[in-house]
T-cell receptor, first 112, second 116 residues
Framework: DAKTTQPPSMDCAEGRAANLPCNHS???????VYWYRQIHSQGPQYIIH???NNETNEMASLIITEDRKSSTLILPHATLRDTAVYYC?????????????FGKGITLSVRP | DTGVSQDPRHKITKRGQNVTFRCDPI?????LYWYRQTLGQGPEFLTY????????KSRLLSDRFSAERPKGSFSTLEIQRTEQGDSAMYLC??????????????FGQGTRLTVV
C-alpha cells in the first residue's frame, strides 16, 4: 500500500474552510485516496474517497492533483464538531489486500 | 441503531487472564475487520474476514490472539494470557464487498482493554 504523509496538526476558525493536505507520492494507479476522521473516543468515520477526479459530498470535497501525488480534503465551513483526527489513506482497488492502513493522521482543531 | 456494535465497551483484566470481545457487524456486510489502536496512534490492522473465511492476518496478531466468525455474522476476538502491552482500543469495522475493491468501512465504538 502507498504510504501517506500528513502534517501532525492544524487549526482553523469556526465557519472558515479547513484545507487538510496529504501527500501520497508513491500511490499506484490502482489505489483510491480515502479520508476518514476520528472524533475523540469514537471509531473512525468515513468521509469521502476518490481515484483521480475531484469529489464532493455532503461532508466535504476532495481535490486530487493531476499526478495523483497529493490531495486536499476541504471542509467548507468548519464547526467545532469537526475537531478530530483526519486520516488520509491510499488503498488498492482490487485483490485480497482490502484493508485500510492508517497513519497517525492530522489533528484538526477548530477554534471558536 | 443498525451500526456496528461492540461488546463490552470497556474491559479491565489482570495480566495473564483471557479476554474475549464481540463484534456485531451491520447486517449483510460480509467483510469484517479488527483493528487495534493505542494512544496517539492510528488504528493498526489485525485481521479481516470475508463471510466466515479469515483472509488476512497481521503479524501483529501473535499466537495469543485468535479471531473467529463462525457463521459469517458476528465475530469474536480472544486474547489469551493478556499482557500489559495488550492494553489498547480494539475496533471492529464492517463493509460490503465492492466490485472494485475497498469500499466504505463502518466502525464500531470500540472495546477499551486495560490490563493491570
Amino acid at each position: 500500500d502507498a504510504k501517506t504523509t500528513q502534517p501532525p496538526s492544524m487549526d482553523c476558525a469556526e465557519g472558515r474552510a479547513a484545507n487538510l493536505p496529504c501527500n501520497h507520492s508513491t500511490i499506484s494507479g490502482n489505489e483510491y485516496v480515502y479520508w476518514y476522521r476520528q472524533i475523540h473516543s469514537q471509531g473512525p468515520q468515513y468521509i469521502i474517497h476518490g481515484l483521480k477526479n475531484n469529489e464532493t459530498n455532503e461532508m466535504a470535497s476532495l481535490i486530487i492533483t493531476e499526478d495523483r501525488k497529493s490531495s486536499t480534503l476541504i471542509l467548507p465551513h468548519a464547526t467545532l464538531r469537526d475537531t478530530a483526527v483526519y486520516y488520509c489513506i491510499a488503498a488498492p482497488i482490487t485483490g485480497a489486500n482490502s484493508k485500510l492502513t492508517f497513519g497517525k493522521g492530522i489533528t484538526l482543531s477548530v477554534r471558536p | 441503531d443498525t451500526g456496528v456494535s461492540q461488546d463490552p465497551r470497556h474491559k479491565i483484566t489482570k495480566r495473564g487472564q483471557n479476554v474475549t470481545f464481540r463484534c456485531d457487524p451491520i447486517s449483510e456486510h460480509n467483510r469484517l475487520y479488527w483493528y487495534r489502536q493505542t494512544l496517539g496512534q492510528g488504528p493498526e490492522f489485525l485481521t479481516y474476514f470475508q463471510n466466515e473465511a479469515q483472509l488476512e492476518k497481521s503479524r501483529l496478531l501473535s499466537d495469543r490472539f485468535s479471531a473467529e466468525r463462525p457463521k459469517g455474522s458476528f465475530s469474536t476476538l480472544e486474547i489469551q494470557r493478556t499482557e500489559q502491552g495488550d492494553s489498547a482500543m480494539y475496533l471492529c469495522a464492517s463493509s460490503l464487498p465492492h466490485e472494485k475493491g475497498v469500499t466504505e468501512a463502518f466502525f464500531g465504538q470500540g472495546t477499551r482493554l486495560t490490563v493491570v
